[in-house]
Nanobody, 128 residues
């Protein structure tokens, strides 16, 4: 079992930046591949970014590349999502998710069904 708690959301003007954090507790954090998803009102939850257990492999959804970066600090049991040049369409609830992998170098995928554990979400609102 792993418990996830997101933080760092808030209200920001278009063009601004935010860094989201997801703190994990429970079993060995590096055994878990992590992901970030987001859900805007009336829309499906969508994939944002993923990172392997050792942090050596990352993937950001194509439309977000160049603006969003995922990273992790296994000593702090935390995964981060750095969001730059924010746009109003980035407004959503952002969720972190975890799934265990036998190999710490392996990413989880873009499908939310691959992830077993979820945080409660943090709201990001980007004003125009």
């Amino acid at each position: 079992q792993v418990q996830l708690v997101e933080s760092g959301g808030g209200l920001v003007q278009a063009g601004g930046s935010l860094r989201l954090s997801c703190a994990a507790s429970g079993r060995t954090f590096s055994n878990y591949a992590m992901g970030w998803f987001r859900q805007a009102p009336g829309k499906e939850r969508e994939f944002v970014a993923a990172i392997s257990g050792n942090g050596g492999s990352t993937y950001v959804a194509d439309p977000l590349k160049g603006r969003f970066t995922i990273s992790r600090d296994n000593a702090q049991n935390t995964v981060y999502l750095q969001m730059n040049s924010l746009k109003p369409e980035d407004t959503a609830v952002y969720y972190c998710a975890a799934t265990q992998r036998l190999r710490r170098s392996v990413l989880a995928g873009t499908n939310r069904n691959e992830y077993n554990y979820w945080g409660q979400g943090t709201q990001v609102t980007v004003s125009s």
